[in-house]
C-alpha cells in the first residue's frame, strides 16, 4: 500500500521542537535546512518553515502554525530533482513526485489538487523551495544517501519468476558480445546524464537502453542495404 504524502504535526518538547522520529526502529535525523517553503501540487506556496530529511522520510513543518506539517516516506517518492528553470517553477528548487494509491473514480480532466478542500492522499508533486538556493546541491546529495536507504522492495516470488535481478551499475553497463568485434549491440560505460534520481524505478532507465540497443541495430540494418545496392551494381 502507498503510504503518500501526510500530515505530520508531532513535535517534541512543548510541541514548537524538531518532529519526533521513530527512533525504536533506527530512523535518524540526516539534515535540517531552515527557511523552506512548500508546495503541493498546483496550490499557493506555503512559508516559512523548515524541512527535515531522516533516514527514512521527508518532514515538513511550519514555523508559523506548530499544528501544520506534512510527511512523506522515501518509498513514495518516486523520483526528486534539482530544478532551476524558471519557465517549470519561479523559484529554484527540489522537485519531486510522489506516487499514489490509483482511483478509478478519479477525474483526469480535473484539477483537484488546486480545490479548497485539499486531499493529500491525491497530491503527486511536491516542491520544496530554500530561501537560499546554493543550499540546493546540498539537499539534493542528502536526498539521494536517503532514497538509496530504502529500495524498492522486491517480491520475492516475482524474483523467484524472472530468476535474475536485472539491476546494473554504471561500471557493468558495458554488454559485449565476448571478443567479437561485431557484437549484435554495446551499451556505453558514459551513458547521457539524467537529472535527477528516481527510487527503484527501472521504467525510466528502459526506454533509454532500447533506444540504444534499436539504433544500432538500425546502423546495422543501413550497412546490409548499402552491400546489397553495391553488389547488384556490380
Known amino acids: 500500500m502507498v503510504a503518500g504524502l501526510r500530515e505530520f504535526a508531532l513535535r517534541s518538547g512543548d510541541g514548537s521542537g524538531k518532529p519526533v522520529l521513530d527512533e525504536s526502529s533506527g530512523e535518524e535525523l540526516m539534515h535540517v535546512q531552515p527557511s523552506v517553503a512548500v508546495a503541493l501540487g498546483n496550490r499557493p506556496v506555503e512559508f516559512p518553515g523548515t524541512l527535515y530529511i531522516t533516514s527514512r522520510k521527508l518532514i515538513w513543518l511550519s514555523d508559523v502554525d506548530m499544528a501544520k506539517g506534512y510527511a512523506v516516506d522515501f518509498l513514495s517518492i518516486s523520483l526528486h530533482a534539482v530544478s532551476r528553470d524558471p519557465e517549470a517553477y519561479s523559484s529554484p528548487c527540489i522537485y519531486t513526485q510522489i506516487e499514489v494509491e490509483e482511483d478509478e473514480d478519479d477525474d483526469d480532466d480535473s484539477d483537484t489538487e488546486s480545490t479548497e478542500v485539499l486531499d493529500l492522499s491525491k497530491i503527486r508533486e511536491m516542491r ?104 547488384d551494381h556490380h
Do not use: Y
Not at 529500495?151 to 567479437?180: C, I, K, L, T, Y
Open 128 to 231: 520544496l523551495v530554500p530561501s537560499d538556493s546554493t543550499q540546493l546541491e546540498t539537499m539534493f546529495d542528502v536526498f539521494c544517501e536517503c532514497a538509496e536507504l530504502n529500495p524498492e522492495p522486491v517480491d520475492e516470488e516475482e524474483e523467484e519468476e524472472s530468476g535474475h535481478n536485472w539491476v546494473f551499475s554504471a561500471d557493468q553497463m558495458d554488454v559485449r558480445g565476448g571478443a567479437d568485434e561485431d557484437a549484435e549491440w554495446q551499451i556505453s560505460q558514459s551513458p547521457t546524464s539524467v537529472i535527477g534520481h528516481s527510487n527503484g524505478d527501472e521504467g525510466l532507465a528502459q526506454p533509454m537502453l532500447e533506444l540504444q540497443i534499436n539504433d544500432q541495430r538500425f546502423e546495422d540494418a543501413e550497412e546490409m542495404v548499402h552491400e546489397s545496392e553495391t553488389k
